[in-house]
């Protein structure tokens, strides 16, 4: 299994600034998947962040607004750019230790007032 | 790309009653099918999972998959106030590997009255 650790657990911001989301495993993973929730919805997938290259972005979600980076095996940051009180839900780092089961933090929940 | 969805969008049962919960899926060359349980205010976390046609049961719980009509399927007997909670259907496709990420459907709203 892999334990995710994030931070914030939570954040309340302005319109208009940028937040950063760091997520940290506790071993070297190869891909780290960012997820967005909206009050107990489904998942959204946004991006997926392997070590060294740009992150791939889902349909939706750009690298303007959602820039991710993925320094090394076991950290990523998602930062929220120009946050909007639409931004708001929570947002998971997510990865997995096989091809198959995927694990999650425990999740930043954004308030965008 | 693949599209996953559940149903219901929410249930409430019994105590003690079996909850059947849907997901149909898209993509034929899917591998992997499972069930995750989200609590409130929690992280979600895999319940359970299935390969390849047929039934699992652990415990209580019971997955079934048929690959063909694109289905799979939770069942839980006997149901607890503790199953109360959001219950997501993912699927991962064919190809990526460790770079595939899961997809998810929609969410099924699940309360047990005691």
């Known amino acids: 299994s892999v334990l995710l650790y994030q931070k914030p657990n939570r954040d309340i911001c302005q319109s208009g600034t940028s937040l950063k989301i760091q997520c940290v495993a506790d071993?070297?993973?190869?891909?780290m998947f960012w997820y967005q929730q909206f009050q107990e919805q489904s998942l959204m997938l946004m991006a997926t962040a392997n070590e060294g290259s740009e992150a791939t972005y889902e349909s939706g979600f750009t690298k303007d607004k959602f820039p991710i980076s993925r320094p090394n095996l076991t950290f990523s940051t998602l930062t929220v750019n120009n946050a909007r009180p639409g931004d708001s839900s929570i947002y998971f780092c997510s990865s997995r230790a096989d091809k198959y089961e995927q694990y999650f933090g425990p999740g930043t929940r954004l308030t965008v007032l | 790309q693949q599209k996953v969805q559940q149903s219901p969008e929410s249930l409430i049962v019994p105590e003690g009653a079996m909850t059947s919960l849907n997901c149909t899926f898209s993509?034929?060359?899917?591998?992997?099918f499972a069930w995750y349980r989200q609590h409130s205010g929690k992280a979600p976390k895999a319940l359970m999972s299935?390969?390849?046609?047929g039934e699992k049961e652990e415990g209580r719980f019971t997955i079934h998959l048929n690959k063909a009509s694109l289905h799979f399927s939770l069942h839980i007997r006997d149901s607890q106030p503790s199953d109360s909670a959001l219950y997501l259907c993912?699927?991962?496709?064919?190809?990526?590997?460790?770079?595939?990420?899961?997809?998810f459907g929609s969410g099924t709203k699940v309360i047990v009255l005691p």
């Open positions: 993509d034929s060359a899917s591998q992997y």
């Open positions: 993912a699927v991962k496709g064919g190809p990526g590997g460790f770079a595939s990420a899961l997809t």
């Open positions: 071993s070297q993973v190869v891909s």
């Open positions: 299935i390969f390849s046609n």
